[in-house]
């Protein structure tokens, strides 16, 4: 099984700033997604990130609210830019396949002022 | 594809009583995950139960699939307080890499 890891584990923005959040895999892997998770509700998928091309975005959300990067096999990061309050969510990356178990990293609770 | 759902919402059960939990969805499905995520923390991968399957063990943990109801079960055997969490089921399709997840069940166990 993969170990997946999230930095930083939380934090607290202010309104209109920008916040990184990177995630690394214990193990070369081919597909890395981020999901959010608003209070309260399930998961929602904002867009997997495959190495060496650019990331697939789901509907809702967008590349210059959500840049991602994917610079090789084992680590990605997720953007939240010009963070709103209603941008507090858990963020949460999780590798592996549909086809096969998806293991999820800790999380990044973030709360925006 | 729309987020398939759980029932119920919410469960309060004593320790050392089952627990079940349903899952429900609306497409074809490559197999059905199933986690546990403790206090808004991380998940917690349980059993992944796949299509040709109709049910799966693991310790306390029995999972059941009916693909012809489009619906899945969690039972939980002799609860424990460290139970006490979320669970949620994720459909993993046919040819996507994604996970489409359930709304989700919250557990209680009173000690």
């Known amino acids: 099984s993969a170990v997946i890891s999230q930095k930083p584990s939380r934090d607290i923005c202010q309104r209109g700033t920008s916040l990184t959040i990177q995630c690394q895999v214990d193990?070369?892997?081919?597909?890395m997604f981020w999901y959010r998770q608003q209070p309260g509700q399930s998961l929602t998928l904002i867009a997997t990130a495959n190495q060496g091309s650019e990331a697939t975005y789901e509907s809702g959300f967008v590349i210059d609210k959500f840049p991602i990067s994917r610079p090789n096999l084992t680590f990605s990061t997720l953007t939240v830019s010009n963070m709103s309050p209603e941008d507090s969510s858990i963020y949460l990356c999780?590798?592996?396949?549909?086809?096969?178990?998806?293991?999820f990293g800790p999380g990044t609770r973030l709360t925006v002022l | 594809s729309q987020q398939g759902e759980e029932d119920p919402q919410a469960l309060s059960i004593q320790e050392g009583e089952n627990a079940t939990m349903n899952c429900s969805y609306k497409?074809?499905?490559?197999?059905l995950q199933w986690y546990r995520q403790n206090s808004g923390r991380g998940l917690v991968h349980l059993i992944l139960i796949r299509s040709n399957e109709r049910e799966k063990h693991s310790g306390r943990l029995r999972v059941t699939l009916d693909t012809s109801k489009k619906s899945s079960s969690l039972l939980i055997t002799a609860s424990r307080a460290a139970d006490t969490a979320s669970y949620f089921c994720a459909e993993g399709g046919w040819g996507a890499q994604k996970l489409v997840f359930g709304q989700g069940t919250r557990l209680t166990i009173n000690p």
């Open positions: 193990s070369q892997v081919t597909m």
């Open positions: 497409t074809s499905i490559n197999n």
């Open positions: 999780s590798s592996g396949t549909g086809q096969d178990t998806q293991y």
